[in-house]
């Protein structure tokens, strides 16, 4: 942020100068040169302010739900991604029957997450309130992994399931990779190809966890020039700033004279103040007597 206001600060100078210091013959800056300057305040500050989803989630972390058919090998994939045999897994479809949740790290974002009982038609209660658990879990979840067997053609479950997330942030997931002994028809979805993987042999569990962070990060690629944002006051600071750069702008198209012009720039530099300590006028003199050969 710091390095960001300081390339304001700079221009506010120059057209301190200008305007202030005349007879000493500095230049006024012409209008191609000020709509790049702010240009290059702004872009940083833009990518600042898109970072902010990010970089709550960086503070905060988020939830995931693993959710499935019976047997798929949520539990088996929960393993893997805990790096321990937390939750049971047994070949008898069903046996998970609670919420299991463990906090991990993938890539440096703190995820809770949550394995499911398996989704179907209950065979008798418990099951039922395990499966309410897991639609619960689901509709609660910042994120969601479906899972299905790879080896087996895509069934009404994982087909409804497919309908439920379709609007969410979900990576498909095509387990037991390794009992694969013919490719069947891809889904009918919009959404990026299944990652294939195998929680017997460990087959595509590196590729499962870059998806989940690319669902993550989106284009945020996880720091911007100037770092991101956590705080939401910060944020709307950031774009206060912005708005003023907008005034900023139409004020130099309009060719308004530049004490005008000073007056959106400090509106576009109070909000960083806000964020980073107060730029002083002392701070602006010193600037332009160090920059400009003025009074020599």
């Not at 988020?62 to 798929?72: D, E, M, Y």
């Not at 209660?125 to 639609?135: H, R």
């Amino acid at each position: 942020m710091q390095p960001v206001k300081q390339k304001l600060v700079d221009l506010i100078a120059i057209l301190e100068a200008g305007i202030d210091f005349a007879e000493d013959d500095v230049s006024v800056l012409p209008s191609a040169e000020i709509l790049q300057h702010i240009a290059n305040v702004r872009a940083p500050l833009e990518e600042l302010a898109r970072s902010f989803a990010y970089g709550k989630i960086v503070h905060e972390g988020l939830t995931l739900a693993i959710v499935g058919r019976p047997n798929v090998g949520k539990s088996s994939l929960f393993n893997y991604l805990v790096e321990r045999d937390r939750a049971i897994v047994t070949a008898t479809p069903g046996t998970t029957r609670d919420l299991v949740t463990e906090t991990v790290s993938i890539g440096g974002i703190p995820v809770k997450l949550i394995d499911t009982a398996g989704i179907r038609a209950a065979l008798d209660e418990a099951e039922g309130i395990g499966i309410q658990k897991s639609m619960e879990a689901l509709a609660d979840a910042d994120m969601v992994l479906v899972v299905r067997d790879a080896s087996q053609p895509l069934t009404n479950e994982d087909q409804e399931l497919l309908k439920q997330v379709a609007e969410r942030s979900a990576v498909l997931v095509e387990n037991k990779a390794d009992l694969v002994r013919q490719e069947f028809p891809p889904h009918a979805s919009n959404r990026d190809a299944p990652i294939r993987t195998s929680a017997l042999t460990g087959q595509g569990i590196p590729e499962l966890r870059a998806a989940i962070l690319q669902h993550v990060t989106g284009n945020a690629g996880g720091t911007t020039e100037s770092g991101f944002l956590t705080n939401a006051r910060h944020q709307s600071l950031v774009r206060d700033s912005l708005n003023a750069f907008d005034a900023a702008t139409q004020t130099v198209h309009n060719r308004v004279p530049h004490e005008m012009l000073l007056l959106d720039l400090y509106n576009a530099l109070r909000p960083l103040d806000e964020i980073t300590g107060a730029t002083t006028n002392d701070d602006i003199l010193n600037l332009i007597f160090s920059r400009f050969c003025i009074g020599k």
